[in-house]
């Protein structure tokens, strides 16, 4: 059975998260699950992680601890 693909999505330019930022994140990963692609979050900021947190979604968004790359 092979890994599934990683796509890396790079949101430190996101300054200013609110909860529209949190549903676009989780709609972005939904379909790539739906695709057989699972999805990881670098450069998450401290306001974006906790509101990840808060909804309960980081382990589907793929979502580091803040200033995390998931990388190696």
Known sequence: MSAEPIVELDVAGVTRPDMSTVHHLCR???HARRLGVRLRLRGVSPELHELLDLAGV???C???SPGETNSG
Request: net charge negative.
């Open 58 to 60: 980081c382990d589907v």
């Open 62 to 64: 793929g979502c580091a």
């Open 28 to 30: 972005v990963a939904y």
